[in-house]
C-alpha cells in the first residue's frame, strides 16, 4: 500500500509507515493547534479592510486597557513606596537596607539562571510570532495603530 501523503515514506516493502514529525511540525503552525485545522493566515479570509478593522479595534482595546491598568499599577506601587518612606520617617518601620541590597542581588541570580535556561522556548516564541506577523501583516499594522490610539485615548 503506497501512501499519496508526501509525509510518509516506506521502510521497506511491507505496509509499515513513518510518519516525518519535522516536515509535519513545519507545514502545521501552533495556530492551527490552537483554532482548528480550518484556521490560517487571516489573509486569506478577510478583506484588506475588515482586516485593518479587526486589528485596529483590538489593538485600540489593548491599548486602552494596558492605560489603564499601567496608571492603577504606577499609583499602586508610588503610593505603597511613599507609604513606606513616611512610615520609616516617622519611626514605625526600620528596614535594613543592607539585607534588601542582599536580597535583590541574589533574586537578580537567579532570574538570569532561569532566563539562561528558558531561552530556547523564548527563541521559537519568537519566531512562530514573526512568522504570524509575516502573514498577517495587515491586521498586524491595524492592530499596532489601535494599540498607539487606545494608549493616546
Known amino acids: ?22 516536515e509535519y511540525a ?3 503552525h501552533w495556530w492551527n493547534r490552537v483554532f482548528g485545522r480550518n484556521s490560517g493566515p487571516i489573509v486569506e479570509k478577510y478583506s484588506v479592510a475588515t482586516q485593518i478593522v479587526m486589528g485596529g479595534v483590538t489593538g485600540w ?15 499602586a506601587v508610588g503610593g505603597g ?3 513606606l518612606q513616611i512610615a520609616s520617617h516617622s519611626g514605625y518601620v526600620q528596614v535594613d537596607w543592607k539585607r534588601v541590597e542582599k536580597d535583590v542581588n541574589k533574586a537578580k541570580k537567579q532570574l538570569k539562571k532561569r532566563a ?11 519566531e512562530e510570532s514573526t512568522e504570524f506577523i509575516k502573514q498577517n501583516i495587515v491586521v498586524s499594522s491595524g492592530f499596532v495603530g489601535g494599540f498607539l490610539l487606545g494608549l493616546a485615548s
Do not use: M, W
Open 81 to 83: 513606596f511613599l507609604l
Open 116 to 126: 539562561n535556561k528558558a531561552a530556547p522556548e523564548i527563541n521559537t516564541l519568537i
Open 61 to 75: 482595546c489593548a491599548g486602552f486597557l494596558f492605560q489603564k491598568v499601567g496608571k492603577l499599577a504606577a499609583t
Open 26 to 28: 513545519r507545514r502545521h
Open 1 to 22: 500500500v503506497k501512501s499519496q501523503n508526501p509525509l510518509f515514506y516506506e521502510l521497506d516493502d511491507d505496509s509499515y509507515e513513518v510518519l516525518d514529525l519535522t
